[in-house]
């Protein structure tokens, strides 16, 4: 049951941490589109500062327009690497295209970056952008297990995807006042034996995406799973099943599945 | 492994949401410091999660709260063994005026890969220089730029248009920014091409010496030889020097990929990088700010013995600098005079 789980997680690539108490975890890894999606958009937002400051900088230097172009030529190219370096430096690894694509850039062993880091990873940068459009970087991504580019690969840095995740929350089934399903303890229990957690998690889905669904599929996949459980897992008797709907039955099944304890106290 | 799961996390969840919230405020304020006992408070509860992550195995939630429990201990982790930088010494000037003495002591330390990047820049030099002294034709094969093929008309035009040249400080300031621009790409990808095992920087650096030697020979043959080096050398003494350390940068780049499973202070050899980077950068904007003001006069404005004159103090300075400059002595314990933030 574990390694079905566990090969479920390891689909895509990931970075494996072993800490010094002997605990595993892994941290999802950024994909090149997402990477590339992040660094368009903070692209966007340092030609719009450049631009911003050129006009600044030629309004400043109206008279002297020589030494303007001298500023603005010096300060896009500072921006340009500075940027990415100092946000990625003070914000945790995190530029704006980044944090809006929950990605950040962290330590190869787990740990936060370093400033010098960050200002290595993104100088690094003449070379992964050659010869046009990060051709190098991107090959450097795609050939390296921990999706590095040259920059990451000098630097020890790599880029993970932090998604939000919450606790699993306690759903409205797992506190029923009253479930029918708990009067016939017997089948419950069998429910309880048989079913997978893939097959529970499945159940747990679809309500939980109770609204997402269009009504008519909402029907037919609860149809479809209510049938599924009644005739292959826990055969609940006829005149039950006839008064409650199908997605009642999901609910009640799912109370069974993930619910307290309380099937035991009906038991004893 | 825990067969009630649901009992389990009703019980954990506590732990769980204390360890959440302290993480919370630490990570909001990166900045913050813990007391003695919010630090025992999140290391015991960075044990528990720890602990509670490798028990659930099995079970209908196990999937969802394996996720989670992998992401709080991961948080938990990052914060206990990292020490990071305190936002007041970052802060301080003097800190950054430092860099001032460790780039000397930072190309001191690793000088024989600056002998490398010289031997390799005079091999090419030498063959330059020879091919163009025995087979004048090569040339046109060397030198890709029409202007530095023809030393009569460039040197004519050079000296007819200096008129203009003297009341043009706008565009000298624009073409200075745009010399630092590109002199400070080409040295930084000499230096990042060290990922090549130095193939690419010492490529780089071949080229540029058969340039440099070709343009020498050529120039010297027409009759030309003191025009080149007051043209050249006001900000020749910084660029080609920088360009030399972009290489030494880029070879010890090379060895320091090679060795890094050996490398137990790689986060230091790394900085070490990027010192030098940060001080070749500083000295092309030196040259930049030459070339555009001062190599561009010719005599009479400027008499080409006092250009040469200038050229040859700033090559003394420089070498001054870059030797003497910073602690003497080399080893280990220099080491650990590099500005540090690791504590």
Redesign the interface.
Known sequence: ??DT?LT??STAAELT?A?P?G?L???PLAGPASRLYAMLLDTAIVLGTINGVGLLVRWIFSK????G??????AE?AIGFAYGALLEGFW?GQTIGKRLFHLRV?DQN???L????A??RN??R??DA?PLAYMVGGLSVLSSPLMQR?GD????TLVVRQTP????VEEFW?RQKYNSFMDYPVVAMKLRRA?T?EL??LI?DALRRRNELATYARREIYRELATYLQSEISLFPDELVEKISDEQYLINASGI?????RLSRVQG | MILDLERFQVQARPRWRDLESLLAALESRPDRRLNLAEGEQLQELYAQAAADLNRVTHGTLAHELRQYLERLVARAYAELYYAPPVRSEIWQPRRWLRIFTAFPETFRRHFRYFALAVLITLLGCALGGLAVHYDPASVEVLLPADYLRNPDQRVHQEEQEQGQHLDSAQTEAAFSAQLIRHNIQVALLAAALGVTFGIGTALLLFENGVLLGAVAVHYTQRGFGLFMTAWLLPHGVFEIPSILIAGQAGFYLARLLLRRREDRNFRQSMREWLILVVGLAMMLVWAGVMEAFFSQHHAPVLPYGFKVAVAASELVLLTIYLLMIGRREIGTEARSSVPSENR
Do not use: K
């Open positions: 049951m574990t789980q479920r997680a941490i800490t108490e605990v975890f892994h941290l002297a327009p020589g030494f172009f001298m500023v603005i030529t010096l190219f945790n962290i787990g740990l936060p370093r400033i010098e880091q200002w290595v100088l690094m003449v070379l050659l040259f690969r000098v630097a020890g995740v919450a606790a699993p797992t079913a957690p529970a998690t747990q599945l993930f619910g307290d304890q």
